[in-house]
T-cell receptor, first 113, second 109 residues
Framework: DGGITQSPKYLFRKEGQNVTLSCEQN?????MYWYRQDPGQGLRLIYY???????QKGDIAEGYSVSREKKESFPLTVTSAQKNPTAFYLC????????????FGNGTRLTVT | GQNIDQPTEMTATEGAIVQINCTYQ??????LFWYHQHAGEAPTFLSY??LDGLEEKGRFSSFLSRSKGYSYLLLKELQMKDSASYLC??????????WGAGTKLIIKP
């Protein structure tokens, strides 16, 4: 079955360390997205990519970096520059048209202490 | 600024009907999405409205009034598995999705 896989589901890191969250999709979708979900807030867009080797900053890109070397993969690195990295991170993909629904992975819960 | 408002939490009884409202103020409008999300899991697409009116899909219906900046999701014949958070998202004139904080729906037997 096609879908989006995020790994790991839970991740623990010490402050000052960079950490990379994996996102792989086999839906053959062109567009991929990274969102952050915090309690009591709507999803906030970190980065998105409409095509391989190209990506754009979202609303809260500071302290994060991404790459899109393959259509299937869109890893997110949370750097030590991110002030409040502890959160639930969701990866999504879509066909790319504005009315295309997003398909989400099951998320990675990152805890930084 | 852009804003999406939804009730934080609602409670309903198994077998009943519940209506979850969403009001929005955004820079333009290119459609409204509803998703649901069980705790710790992926949000899942439910519906998309871009024209005024009611869209029915099984037990779920979604309504849109663009002039009022208002939508609702209607869930009928509630089941325990419908306990989840329901997320409203609006696509603005720049084709950016603006998300509400979600409504946590609790179903009681």
């Amino acid at each position: 079955d096609g879908g989006i896989t995020q790994s790991p589901k839970y991740l623990f890191r010490k402050e000052g360390q960079n950490v990379t969250l994996s996102c792989e999709q086999n839906l053959n979708h062109d567009a991929m997205y990274w969102y952050r979900q915090d309690p009591g807030q709507g999803l906030r867009l970190i980065y998105y990519s409409q095509i391989v080797n190209d990506f754009q900053k979202g609303d809260i890109a500071e302290g994060y970096s991404v790459s899109r070397e393959k259509k299937e993969s869109f890893p997110l690195t949370v750097t030590s520059a991110q002030k409040n990295p502890t959160a639930f991170y969701l990866c999504a993909s879509s066909l790319g048209a504005y009315n295309s629904p997003l398909h989400f992975g099951n998320g990675t819960r990152l805890t930084v202490t | 600024g852009q804003n999406i408002d939804q009730p934080t939490e609602m409670t309903a009884t198994e077998g009943a009907i519940v209506q979850i409202n969403c009001t929005y103020q955004t820079s333009g409008f290119n459609g409204l999405f509803w998703y649901h999300q069980h705790a710790g899991e992926a949000p899942t697409f439910l519906s998309y409205n871009v024209l005024d009116g009611l869209e029915e899909k099984g037990r779920f219906s979604s309504f849109l009034s663009r002039s009022k900046g208002y939508s609702y999701l209607l869930l009928k014949e509630l089941q325990m598995k419908d306990s989840a958070s329901y997320l409203c998202a609006v696509m603005d004139s720049n084709y950016q999705l603006i998300w509400g904080a979600g409504t946590k729906l609790i179903i009681k037997p």
